[in-house]
């Protein structure tokens, strides 16, 4: 038979054969290391570094995977026919214990691009394991799931998906990101290039394919000292290596007989890795110390420790169309179903965030000191990514007026996020802006040197040049002009008892903010009373002028508000404190801030106990 080659240290790489003699029919001992080679089970003990074939199967087995430390799950053929067994690993002696028919022939498992069987995987609830049918016309593989929990068996139909569990990443692959062809790797104390010492023209076989890698994280040593991610080409399905480097990325190297299309590499509990490829790994260090299964075969490593599977599946976010932000947490808020669904893949700290499009949400982080831009889809699978390192550290980004956060906005026209930084005195705000250009991928400065200039990169543009055109102030009233008709929209405010002493009421000016998406009602800010900055109330009134309501405790100096699709306002108020808060106080402190939200009739009620929040398309 082909023999196993481990390579355990720089000095030797040391070839394990499968006994062909002295078998045993139980298995006792280690079984860190499960192989597959030619349908056997055979388990290796790193501590012994030995390799014993299990006899009790005896049955093809043709793949497998480990649903927790203990229970390992495989699909076994007989007589073409295929069906699902397990092991428990956990007591002494190993019987295999058959769990279901799969219902399929070998044939139906066979990956339709490669002709290789396809691989068994875990759900990310962890009650499945799933495989793979091909359907009745042989153009599409189709999930099959058998539930642990019921012991049954399902097809699932092509507009169906299931979230896949790929094992226990030991990390937030969402501290990778890729920037001008390099892969990063973020921690609190570092932003490290993984890939800038590996020479990717030797590996590949034109030289503008090396300059037009991605790179993926799959998985982190157990001592979190070590990174496996592939280098990627995607020149249609995609082809390239895996790598391995140290975090601090001191030791870097391209597994050159590796093919991402293999079984992902493991690490064990002593630090080696196991992955497949033709020849034994040229260590540059020890520290890359790796098992070497050769091509043909197939492995599975036992769980260090048990899967972290998410249990709290994190909710369809399809839909949703206003964040809210709170102590670095996100919940979103489809305002159609009137659901709240709190973000729970994201562990970093979130300061600010803008919906770019339908389906995008755009956010960024604090991590340690620094500031990086993460971006998550709206969909059905949630995970988070880097998009960028802002080069901007926390403090650079809070106002000292406020002492809040700068916004991330996103300026549609030019598909560019941006977030403002360097408050300075002469502005009461922000100086400088950096933009993040979706298009070319790419970070660039702009400055801000008056209001004609900020007007450029405000979030708060008029929607439509023409809505802005309609309307005009006059003699201390603010009016809509539709045709021949004109509306007054402020004469029904006494906007005298929204100054905070009558000797400094001043005749209001008037701000455009936007008409509401039914284009029932428009917002505008009055300002009323002048100090370093204007202030004075946000209002909403309908464009017939019969309902005009000034919301107090709001300030046009710093309002945060925006449109639900159903013609509704939200915007940061204020609400009774509880008195048995800690911080409310009798004589100063009675009230807290809150988001409220206004009814297309004027209406308004308390949404969220948030101060900080973002619509989708605001």
Known sequence: ?????????????VSLGIMACHRQPKVKGGKDLVVLNQGQLSFYDVKTQTLTPFEAETDSVINMVFADQDHLYYTVSKNQDLSLKMLDLSKETLEPEFCADWNMKLEESLDIMYGIVSMLHVDASGEYICFFKLDDEGLMMNNV???????EVKVWDEDET?????GDKNFDPSHCYVENDEFHYVTPESNTCLSDQIDFIKYFDEEDESGDLDFVPVVM????QKLVFTAVVYDGEGWGYFCVASADGTHQELLSDSDIWEQHPEWLDNGALVYIGKEGLQMITPQHETISVSPGKDFAVRPITAPKYNNVRQSDLDGCDVAFMDNGKVTFYNSLADTFVPYVVEEDSVINGTFVGDDMYYYTVSIGDKLYLKRVYLGVFVEPSMVTDWEL??????SETYGKASELNWISNLN???INYNFSWDFYDFSDIRFYDLNEQMKMDGWVEGESETDDYDNRLMQNMEDYERFHAEEGNYYYTDGNQTVCLSDKI???EYVSDPEYFAEPEFEFYSIDPTRTNVAYAAIVEWGDLGHGPLCVASLDGKMQVAFKHTDAANLNWGWLGNGALLYVGEEPRPTDDPEYDEEWNTTQPCVKVAYPDGSEEVLSHSSSFVVKGR
């Open 494 to 496: 006494n906007f005298r």
């Open 416 to 418: 560019r996020i941006s």
């Open 1 to 13: 038979m082909k023999h196993l080659r481990i390579a355990l240290t720089l000095l030797a790489v």
């Open 145 to 151: 799931t058998y539930s642990m929990k019921t012991r």
């Open 393 to 398: 550290q926390l403090n650079e980004c809070v």
């Open 162 to 166: 299931i979230d896949l569990y790929y």
């Open 221 to 224: 040593s157990p001592d979190q």
